[in-house]
């Protein structure tokens, strides 16, 4: 059974700093994509930012020059830096991983249970 954990959300003051992490563990043949996406109450879930197993990484436009994906392959961990945080940023953040469970099995996207970002003084 594949599980993605998240880590590192909480209450940050605008303009402050915060890491959130996600490790995959379980039995898997390797991991292509992974990323990290948000949602805030009454909105739709968002592309935040993803990277690539060749580390070939993508943001949402208004994420872009803050924050900072990368990922750690021998970890199976992905890792979201982010940045002169505003009060727009707080929403629940959920990581993605688009995997594959063995060699011959079809590439399948799989979630976080989502961690809470709050940017507020």
């Known amino acids: 059974q594949v599980q993605l954990v998240e880590s590192g959300g909480g209450l940050v003051q605008p303009g402050g700093s915060l890491r959130l992490s996600c490790a995959a563990s379980?039995?898997?043949?390797?991991?292509?994509?992974m990323g990290w996406y948000r949602q805030a109450p009454g909105k739709e879930r968002e592309l935040v930012a993803g990277v690539t197993r060749d580390g070939i990484t993508n943001y949402g436009d208004s994420v872009k020059g803050r924050f900072t994906i990368s990922r750690d392959n021998a970890k199976n961990t992905v890792y979201l830096q982010m940045n002169s945080l505003k009060p727009e940023d707080t929403a629940v953040y959920y990581c993605?991983?688009?995997?594959?469970?063995?060699?011959?099995?079809?590439?399948?996207?799989?979630w976080g249970q989502g961690t809470q970002v709050t940017v507020s003084s």
């Open positions: 993605n991983a688009d995997l594959q469970l063995t060699i011959l099995a079809p590439r399948r996207s799989y």
């Open positions: 379980g039995s898997f043949f390797s991991i292509n994509s």
